[in-house]
């Protein structure tokens, strides 16, 4: 499979790769990243990385505080 289309090289977006990769393959990932935006408002977020954001522990940590508090109002 060729990715030369139009005369121009098509270069895989890995940034979108790399993010379906996480929600599919990290351990609470896809539950945590919708309460991200609030963590990094909260501070909750400051110092995280990469490599943080892809732990599984980290997800479920961040999954457990915020769901909780979503479920309170």
């Known amino acids: 499979m060729s990715h030369f289309t139009r005369g121009d ?3 895989p977006n890995i940034p979108d790769f ?3 990769f996480r929600r599919l393959h990290v351990p609470y ?3 945590a990243r919708i ?3 609030t963590a990094y408002s909260e501070g909750e ?3 995280a990385n990469e ?3 892809t732990s599984s522990d980290f997800c479920k940590d961040i ?3 915020y ?3 979503s479920d309170v109002l």
Do not use: P
Request: aromatic content about 24%.
């Open 9 to 11: 090289w098509d270069y």
């Open 18 to 20: 790399a993010e379906i």
């Open 29 to 31: 990932y896809e539950e």
């Open 35 to 37: 309460y991200f935006e």
């Open 45 to 47: 977020m400051d110092g």
């Open 51 to 53: 490599s943080t954001i």
């Open 63 to 65: 999954f457990s505080k």
């Open 67 to 69: 769901r909780e508090k």
